[in-house]
């Protein structure tokens, strides 16, 4: 089975309110962080906006099945590459510099209208 590493910094965290979207799909998680700055959307949830110059956002590596990946797509809105989508899904290496996989990401230009 086919399994890929995602960094999560907000309601997919353990004990937050959608980790139950990506649970069951779960096999392992590990403490970690990336580079960028994290705005608030319509103070319901973050938008992470990388840049290496920026201040470690601390968050979760999963590695997730293809079937917790998909539902992570849904979830973020995330329709596939060149799509009109509420995040893009981009990969990422943790601050560590050992492990990496994909985030969900906002752009600069579209954070921009949130604090």
């Known amino acids: 089975m086919k399994s890929f590493q995602v960094f999560v910094y907000g309601t997919l965290l353990r004990g ?23 705005h608030s959307v319509y103070d319901l949830y973050p938008a992470l906006v990388l840049d290496p110059s920026a201040p470690p956002v601390e968050g979760e590596w999963m590695t997730v099945s293809e079937k917790g990946l998909r539902a992570m797509d849904q979830l973020e809105g995330y329709d596939g590459e060149g799509k009109h989508n509420d995040y893009e899904r981009v ?20 954070a921009k209208h949130f604090p």
Not at 91 to 110: C, I, L, P, Q, W
């Open 16 to 38: 937050e309110e959608n980790h139950r979207v990506v649970a069951p799909y779960v096999a392992h998680i590990e403490k970690g962080a990336v580079c960028g700055w994290l």
């Open 91 to 110: 990969f990422v290496t943790d601050v560590n510099g050992k492990t990496a996989g994909f985030v969900y990401v906002y752009s600069s230009e579209r």
